[in-house]
Nanobody, 115 residues
Framework: QVQLVESGGGLVQAGGSLRLSCAAS??????MGWYRQAPGKQRELVAA???????NYADFVKGRFTISRDNFRNTVYLQMNSLKPEDTAVYYC???????????WGQGTQVTVSS
């Protein structure tokens, strides 16, 4: 069974940094990414990365967040700098299984940015 295990969330002051990690069980994934969902809002894409390293960012994180992945370790990272209170949300890891239409989600990790 595929498992995506996130870590690295927490409480940080505005302007601070956090690094999220998502370790996936043994499977080959094409695209991997991070989404977030704030209370009362829909889940939204934060950043995504292809297996070859091509990245895509939501406008609201460009210049502040960096997504990266280690294909050998099946892990995707999200480095978050210059955090703002509006970045407060549950962050979810997402991964698409290579060669299929299956997509998998992590359990989510809370990120809280205080003002």
């Amino acid at each position: 069974q595929v498992q995506l295990v996130e870590s690295g969330g927490g409480l940080v002051q505005a302007g601070g940094s956090l690094r999220l990690s998502c370790a996936a069980s043994e499977m080959i994934f094409s695209n991997m990414g991070w989404y977030r969902q704030a209370p009362g809002k829909q889940r939204e894409l934060v950043a995504a990365i292809t297996r070859g390293g091509i990245t895509n960012y939501a406008d609201f994180v460009k210049g502040r967040f960096t997504i990266s992945r280690d294909n050998f370790r099946n892990t995707v990272y999200l480095q978050m700098n210059s955090l703002k209170p509006e970045d407060t949300a549950v962050y979810y890891c997402n991964a698409d299984q290579m060669g299929t239409t299956k997509t998998f989600w992590g359990q989510g990790t809370q990120v809280t940015v205080s003002s």
